[in-house]
């Protein structure tokens, strides 16, 4: 059990590793992001002044370390489009979210289990199929 337990630990620090990776290079691949935070014909040197205030003048590597450094702190950096803490901006909208996920989990249970019921009464009826139907068709939509 205990190696089981270190296998999944194992696989699950792997996972977000891989996963810290791929948000990491998919936010440098998009451009450069001193940029979008420079007005439009700014001078070569304000460019190289917000590239140096982000970081971005550091190696790759010294860049990563950084960010899985500020990730652990909880510290996620700043939007760029509304220029506050992207974390703020997370637990602004955290509670709509959650509100939102369990009015769905309510029509979905509401919904789900009448129909369940319903079709587990009446097997290979109008229900059932129709039960088979929904179930093939929500699992074939993406997520």
Not at 95 to 109: E, I, Q, R
Not at 114 to 129: F, L, Q, Y
């Amino acid at each position: 059990m205990k190696r089981y337990i270190l296998k999944r630990a194992g696989y699950a620090l792997l996972s977000l590793f891989l996963l810290s990776l791929t948000i990491f290079l998919f936010v440098r691949v998009t451009g450069d992001p001193a940029v979008l935070l420079v007005e439009p014909g700014a001078s070569k040197d304000d460019l190289d002044m917000v590239r140096k205030q982000l970081g971005l003048d550091r190696s790759y590597l010294v860049q990563y370390a950084s960010f899985m450094a500020n990730i652990i702190r909880g510290d996620f950096g700043q939007s760029f489009y509304y220029r506050t803490p992207v974390l703020e901006l997370y637990m602004s909208r955290l509670p709509n979210s959650f509100l939102l996920a369990l009015a769905a989990m309510a029509f979905s249970l509401l919904i789900g289990i009448p129909t369940g019921v319903i079709a587990a009464v009446r097997v290979n009826g109008w229900w059932d199929s129709a039960g088979k139907v929904f179930a093939l068709l929500g699992l074939s939509l993406p997520s």
